[in-house]
């Protein structure tokens, strides 16, 4: 272990980094790890990057988002164009119970 890699994870640690209980993957040394970027106290080294995949992509709707989504927009276009008063509280009633579902879903 080198004095450099040592001085810096007790800087990390005096920075609020915390200890690993997970050794290295390449040396089996402690490691510190301080948002997200961990760091190896004996080698240096730290794990390579992997993408993580996932079911559904950030960007990809599931089937029933999108039927979410154009009924909202739907809601959201009869409303804009809704005068009668009561008729208004009806679809913002049907919107709110909309958002709480698709809030639920997540």
Do not use: W
């Not at 004095?3 to 050794?23: D, N, Y």
């Not at 089996?28 to 997200?36: A, P, Q």
């Not at 990809?60 to 988002?65: D, G």
């Not at 009806?90 to 919107?95: D, S």
């Amino acid at each position: 272990m080198t004095e450099e890699l040592t001085k810096k994870a007790a800087e990390m640690l005096l920075q609020g980094a915390t200890l690993l209980s997970e050794p290295c993957p390449y040396c089996t040394g402690v490691r510190v790890i301080k948002e997200g970027q961990a760091l190896c106290v004996n080698c240096g080294r730290q794990p390579e990057k992997k993408e993580i995949p996932s079911e559904n992509q950030p960007n990809e709707l599931s089937a029933i988002e999108k039927i979410f989504e154009k009924k909202l927009e739907n809601l959201s276009n009869e409303l804009e164009h809704e005068k009668d008063h009561e008729k208004q509280q009806n679809i913002l009633k049907t919107i709110n119970a909309l958002l709480e579902t698709a809030k639920k879903m997540k």
